[in-house]
């Protein structure tokens, strides 16, 4: 059937609204990590400019005699020229005079005295609103005033011929910058907290958490899966209740258990009490379930023993489930915190995760967000790669789920 060019342009520009705001959203999710990730390029300066931005910028600059100054945007009267600021002068006050408002003059606030004194000091009402008075001497004469503005003055040399120099207004130089992501943040980081023994031992303590999980879950699995043998569903019904106990409720226990057996401040407790789970034993028992029982009385009628069957049958089989599994597993054991915090001292760096290095960061490091941003940088790349990474699988698992 062949459609008009009106339907086909409704067609059009419903898709480009669809787009438009799936693009909208999608910006705003991602918005917070580009923030942090740039944010972690810039020098501690640049973190906390107003109004801030988004890429990290770093002044120019020019060497002089051996010395490094920052460039600067100056208008002169030869027009505006590109000027090193040597020196930082001193504060200028801008004051109108009360009988003439049009006639300016530039003073240091030393020159300036206040009518009636700084105790009882005179006011006048100039165009609505109420001014301070003060004194100054001009022409050998002394004039009231009142303050118009401040600036602080800036002595700017010109680059190609250093002996010419002058004062201008901080205020009305821009000073020029250049883009310079600053890498050696992340050295800093490593640097300043450990965080690369941190960032060793989470890698251990995840990998291993998740190959527990997932070698547990799958031999649990199939046995309440395939395996028939007294009281198996009732065991299994009990086993799955144990996720409604929340994990506040274990702690104490579990710290009693590491206390008794010795495993406080070690890295074992990070992992043992960790390698077995009821959602993934109860995953992949319902992924089992899934499979065709022709394939595995197959396999029997064949000799295979009932372990051949689990590994060369039902794992490549149960692929999505075990991706599945394995990524939500990977993040609960990366970004654990609560447990290590009660484990593990915060003293003994040698033991740390990262999320225990994070926070001990967050006060060493205040007066510097863009290390704390490094840090954090850190931390979130690596489980973000494996989600990516491991999407497909996540997606493929999640369609299979529904059918039968």
């Given at each position: 059937m062949r459609r008009s060019p009106g339907y086909r342009l409704q067609k059009l520009l419903i898709n480009a609204g669809a787009y438009l705001v799936?693009?909208?959203?999608?910006?705003?999710?991602?918005?917070?990590?580009?923030?942090?990730?740039?944010?972690?390029?810039?020098?501690?300066?640049?973190?906390?400019?107003?109004?801030?931005?988004?890429?990290?910028?770093?002044?120019?600059?020019?060497?002089?005699?051996?010395?490094?100054?920052?460039?600067?945007?100056?208008?002169?009267?030869?027009?505006?020229?590109?000027?090193?600021?040597?020196?930082?002068?001193?504060?200028?006050?801008?004051?109108?005079?009360?009988?003439?408002?049009?006639?300016?003059?530039?003073?240091?606030?030393?020159?300036?005295?206040?009518?009636?004194?700084?105790?009882?000091?005179?006011?006048?009402?100039?165009?609505?609103?109420?001014?301070?008075?003060?004194?100054?001497?001009?022409?050998?004469?002394?004039?009231?005033?009142?303050?118009?503005?401040?600036?602080?003055?800036?002595?700017?040399?010109?680059?190609?011929?250093?002996?010419?120099?002058?004062?201008?207004?901080?205020?009305?130089?821009?000073?020029?910058?250049?883009?310079?992501?600053?890498?050696?943040?992340?050295?800093?980081?490593?640097?300043?907290?450990?965080?690369?023994?941190?960032?060793?031992?989470?890698?251990l303590v995840t990998i291993l958490v998740v190959l527990g999980q997932v070698t547990t879950s799958v031999l649990g699995g199939y046995a309440f899966a395939r395996l028939a043998f007294p009281g198996r569903d009732s065991l299994f019904l009990v086993y799955l209740g144990t996720i409604m106990i929340p994990f506040v409720v274990l702690i104490i226990p579990m710290y009693q258990l590491m206390v008794i057996i010795g495993w406080v401040d070690r890295i074992s407790s990070l992992i043992l009490p960790w390698i077995f789970t009821a959602y993934g034993t109860f995953l992949m028992r319902q992924f089992f379930l899934s499979i065709p029982k022709d394939l595995e009385e197959a396999a029997l009628m064949d000799g295979a023993s009932r372990l051949r069957i689990l590994w060369q049958v039902f794992v490549p089989l149960a692929g999505p489930a075990i991706a599945t599994q394995a990524t939500f597993t990977f993040l609960y054991a990366w970004n654990s915190f609560v447990w290590p915090l009660v484990v593990i001292n915060t003293g003994n760096f040698n033991n740390q995760v990262l999320t225990l290095s994070l926070m001990v960061l967050q006060g060493r490091a205040a007066d510097s967000p863009n290390l704390v941003m490094a840090g954090t940088t850190i931390a979130v790349a690596v489980p973000l790669l494996i989600f990516v990474l491991a999407q497909r699988y996540f997606v493929e698992g999640i369609a299979t789920t529904g059918i039968k």
């Open positions: 799936l693009a909208v959203f999608g910006f705003l999710i991602i918005f917070p990590f580009l923030f942090m990730f740039f944010t972690a390029l810039k020098l501690p300066t640049d973190v906390f400019r107003s109004p801030p931005r988004l890429l990290p910028m770093s002044p120019q600059t020019v060497t002089i005699d051996g010395q490094e100054f920052p460039l600067y945007l100056v208008e002169t009267e030869a027009g505006v020229e590109r000027l090193a600021r040597v020196a930082r002068g001193a504060p200028v006050v801008i004051f109108a005079s009360v009988e003439d408002p049009s006639q300016t003059f530039e003073r240091a606030p030393r020159e300036a005295r206040p009518v009636g004194g700084f105790t009882n000091q005179q006011t006048a009402l100039i165009d609505g609103q109420e001014r301070k008075l003060w004194e100054i001497e001009e022409a050998g004469r002394t004039i009231r005033v009142f303050e118009l503005s401040r600036a602080n003055l800036g002595r700017f040399a010109d680059p190609a011929n250093p002996e010419r120099t002058l004062d201008r207004s901080l205020n009305d130089a821009r000073p020029l910058e250049r883009l310079d992501p600053q890498i050696a943040n992340y050295q800093r980081v490593l640097e300043l907290q450990n965080i690369d023994r941190s960032l060793t031992n989470t890698m």
